[in-house]
């Protein structure tokens, strides 16, 4: 790897990522069957892969540069014959991008990609072919980079070496006039390193379109035998023609004031309203470096009220920190007001005012737990993103052809539900374009539109986020369902059940009603997959249907994984926290109550069903034998007290000693320090500063399962 | 010549040492939540700041009789450098002893004990000098990487190996 920009990598990546995905989304906007692309959408796309190639170049990355200056190249030749756009080009940059993801994968690993990769030579070879077509050469076979025109630049290994700085400007049809003039002569005696290498300041200049670069002759060249190699005798001046800001300007530029003289000339008002005096020049010693800072300053002020993002990018680590940081001040805070609970009444500390000062923290440090919680919170658009593209491959592959509306992107979530919800979407949007919607011949024989609708939307209600998917398809025929149950042996009798019920069966891992099997879907897996997906982060999916009509399915998701609503209670010389969502019920219950059934265990007769009682110590095993001994094993006259828990559809009764009461928790991670522990979901920190584990209910459920056919087995 | 410095503690009347970059801190016995499933030598998690962490018993890790935690005992807070992650953990030991600078040379390798005693918890041997007293004291050096390894760990949380039997564990009459 380069190892000197090692620390601008992360940056790097995520700002790749974000580009790929921005730039997936405009090869999809434009649409092959309407003939020539919209401008703006391939210039939208030349604009990031030329900042692509100019960030990947300035940290060394050659092959992701090379790259993206190749797909640069077809979308210059594009711009010039926009008719001959055709799904190809949509192709074959989609493919750009898919190796691009892979390149990032490997340097996110460590690894310096290659372009040597299979994928990576198709993609280089499908690329020059196109280029050659638009530029009206003929199928170039093998040809690398042959078709680029006037940029002949085989062997590309010395790209960054021979690239021209002619390369660096941006082809301005519209005669734009450039917002900026900068110009940058370096010191007589400037050292350039490889850090500050002239041609690195064009690049990091090129992520703004550029007008002109032009070469500024010093006053005297001397003879060529005169000439010192150490020495720079030039200088260049840009001309930038979007309207950056000056703080932008300054701090891509702060770096070179020490090797230079740079002066920064506003050729126009930009809209962001730049109220500075155009035209100030610079020099790069100790006291213009002092004025600077005071305008940097005045720019930061104005950048904030001029409507220009005012975002920052923060690793979720540190957002994490703060988050623990708030949770044990509030701890502190507890403590703190149980001394002064504590406290004596004397005349001279005024008791009331005290307790109300510490009331009024409380309330506040409350406040600020939530807000810091609320920064881990993400629009939902970046897990929606991958939708257009993946719609577009499936229905293309499947020959139907499907509309995709989506909204309610900004819905915000947590990140770790986000990232939890990706794979379920995936699975059920698949699952639409599959089994849904029909295809556009059997669409138009029943009075439909030829293309389907796909509608994915976010909404906030309540305390939960719904992400819907729906589609106006075939519909769920119930009938095929129950046919197929049966068959499978997983319905035997039972006529009479409701839709709820024979929905549910979809999510039987191994069911499928799809007749054929397709490497899309069909095989039974993914619905399975999604809803135990789904149902571990607390969520719900919810299916109606009608049958020829379309089908909607609900995730009903919980805001964020990080603080749930819990009941502690205590077993024994534990406590433990269980989720509210997860409690059915808590009841008191006399030991006649309580049947043993033939060696399997013992069984609660409780609103017309039979609950197995299991006492935790069958399925956790503690060294200090007591610590799960409940009260009443030392005095049966305590009553049993038993909480009923759903898990999935399996009912649990588990004796408990104490229900202490109920609380927000902050769900903390085992396996960050330790290792994941079945039927353990994490841990909690409780107000005076100890940990209480956390149950995790379907987890239970499905140890006591097969706790019980180990027995079954063992019995038989 | 390389030199490094240990922190000791002691275990009985044996002192153990520990790369001294990998102590966080030392903190004074704190109540501890136990947690089910584990190896014996793991006591239970603890708060620390906010992250939850698990303490592991020296004595136990080192088959070592018990005793009952006192005035000297603490929690060596380390971070664990495990075969997949970091963690960080607490040793819970007797007490903490001193700061040695030991040179590399200074170090051997443990001497193979024969299948009774478990040398992957070593790491080598160094004998000091008290230059004051004229006595030689052995610093066992701790090999931490193997104390939490997740190999060990997974072994004994097999839930299925931990399963009482039913009939063992409530005294109290069923209703017939």
Request: proline share 4%; hydrophobic share 40%; with cysteine.
């Amino acid at each position: 790897m380069s190892g000197e920009f090692d620390e601008y990598l992360p940056e790097f990546l995520e700002e790749t990522l974000q580009g790929i995905s921005d730039f997936e989304q405009m090869v999809i906007d434009t649409d092959p069957q309407a003939g020539a692309p919209d401008l703006d959408l391939v210039n939208g796309m030349f604009r990031i892969a030329h900042s692509l190639k100019g960030n990947a170049l300035m940290l060394g990355l050659e092959n992701i540069g090379n790259l993206s200056h190749e797909m640069e190249s077809l979308l210059h030749s594009l711009r010039d014959k926009p008719q001959l756009f055709d799904s190809g080009i949509v192709d074959c940059l989609l493919h750009c991008m898919d190796v691009l993801r892979s390149m990032c994968a490997d340097i996110s690993q460590g690894v310096d990609p290659a372009l040597d990769q299979p994928d990576a030579l198709m993609v280089r070879d499908e690329l020059a072919n196109q280029i050659a077509r638009l530029e009206g050469k003929g199928s170039g076979e093998g040809a690398h980079v042959e078709g680029g025109g006037k940029e002949n630049l085989s062997p590309i290994k010395n790209l960054t070496t021979e690239l021209l700085l002619s390369d660096l400007i941006n082809n301005n049809e519209a005669q734009e006039q450039p917002f900026w003039r900068i110009s940058f002569r370096p010191r007589e005696n400037a050292r350039f390193t490889s850090v500050a290498d002239p041609l690195k300041l064009a690049m990091q200049m090129s992520r703004w379109r550029l007008s002109s670069v032009q070469v500024l002759a010093v006053d005297q060249l001397p003879f060529l035998d005169q000439m010192n190699p150490q020495q720079c005798y030039l200088g260049w001046e840009f001309q930038i023609i979007d309207s950056v800001s000056r703080s932008d300007l300054d701090n891509l530029l702060i770096p070179w004031y020490e090797m230079g003289e740079i002066s920064i000339q506003e050729l126009q008002k930009s809209p962001a309203g730049h109220n500075e005096l155009s035209g100030d020049t610079r020099v790069g010693d100790i006291n213009a470096e002092k004025e600077d800072t005071t305008s940097l300053v005045g720019n930061k002020a104005l950048a904030s009220n001029g409507g220009v993002a005012d975002s920052v990018r923060v690793d979720i680590s540190k957002i994490d920190e703060l988050i623990n940081l708030t949770g044990e001040v509030l701890i502190q805070h507890s403590m703190l007001a149980r001394t002064v609970m504590n406290l004596p009444q004397t005349d001279d500390v005024d008791l009331e005012k005290l307790h109300e000062q510490i009331d009024a923290l409380g309330t506040q440090m409350r406040e600020m737990q939530e807000n810091v919680m609320f920064v881990r919170m993400l629009p939902v658009r970046h897990v929606f993103n991958r939708l257009p593209r993946m719609v577009r491959d499936l229905s293309r592959k499947l020959g139907k052809k499907v509309k995709l509306q989506m909204t309610g992107q900004e819905t915000e979530l947590d990140k770790s539900v986000l990232e939890g919800i990706l794979d379920p979407l995936i699975h059920l949007v698949r699952n639409a374009i599959d089994h849904g919607i029909e295809s556009p011949q059997k669409r138009v024989a029943q009075g439909k539109p030829e293309t389907g609708t796909l509608a994915v939307s976010a909404w906030q209600q309540g305390g939960r986020i719904v992400i819907e998917v729906c589609d106006d398809g075939k519909g769920i025929e119930q009938e095929v369902v129950v046919q197929r149950a049966r068959s499978q042996g997983l319905l035997v009798g039972g006529d009479d059940l409701d839709a709820e019920q024979i929905y549910q069966f979809l999510f039987i891992p191994g069911f499928s009603t799809a007749k054929n099997v397709t490497d899309v879907s069909g095989r039974g897996v993914g619905l399975d997959v999604a809803a135990r997906n789904i149902r571990g982060m607390g969520g719900v999916i919810d299916v109606t249907s009608t049958k020829g009509r379309g089908t909607q399915l609900q995730l009903k998701l919980p805001l964020t994984l990080a603080v749930t609503d819990g009941l502690l209670v205590r077993i024994g010389r534990q406590q433990f926290v269980v989720a509210l969502t997860s409690i059915l019920e808590s009841v008191h219950i006399n030991s006649q109550k309580i049947q043993s059934i033939a060696g399997m265990g013992r069984v609660i007769h409780f609103r017309e069903a039979y609950i197995p009682v299991v006492d935790l110590r069958r399925i956790f095993h503690y060294h200090d034998a007591k610590s799960l001994k409940l009260d009443r094993e030392e005095n049966p006259s305590v009553p049993h007290l038993l909480l009923v828990l759903e898990a999935e559809n399996l009912q649990l009764a588990i004796p408990v000693d104490e229900l202490v009461g109920q609380q927000q928790i902050v769900i903390k991670n085992m396996e960050l320090n330790y290792n994941a522990i079945p039927g353990i979901g994490g841990a909690t920190i409780l107000s005076d500063g100890k940990v209480a584990l956390i149950l995790d209910v379907i987890a239970l459920g499905w140890l006591f399962r097969t706790l019980v056919s180990h027995r079954a087995i063992k019995v038989a | 010549m390389s030199q490094r410095q240990f922190l000791s503690f002691m275990l009985g009347n044996e002192e153990y040492g520990v790369d001294i970059k990998h102590v966080h801190e030392i903190l004074t016995w704190k109540e501890i939540t136990a947690i089910p499933n584990t190896p014996s030598y793991v006591l239970g998690v603890m708060n620390l700041r906010g992250s939850i962490i698990p303490i592991v018993d020296m004595r136990r890790r080192f088959c070592m009789s018990e005793k009952p935690a006192d005035d000297h005992t603490v929690i060596m807070v380390l971070n664990l450098k495990g075969r997949d992650k970091t963690r960080i953990a607490g040793l819970m030991v007797d007490s903490v002893r001193d700061v040695y600078d030991i040179d590399d040379e200074q170090i051997a390798s443990p001497p193979d004990f024969g299948s009774g005693i478990d040398t992957d918890f070593i790491s080598g041997l160094a004998t000091l000098r008290k230059e004051d007293q004229d006595t030689e004291n052995l610093i066992i050096l701790v090999e931490l990487s193997q104390l939490l390894d997740a190999d060990m760990l997974s072994r004994s949380s097999d839930v299925n190996a931990n399963i009482a039997p039913e009939e063992e564990l409530d005294p109290t009459p069923l209703a017939s």
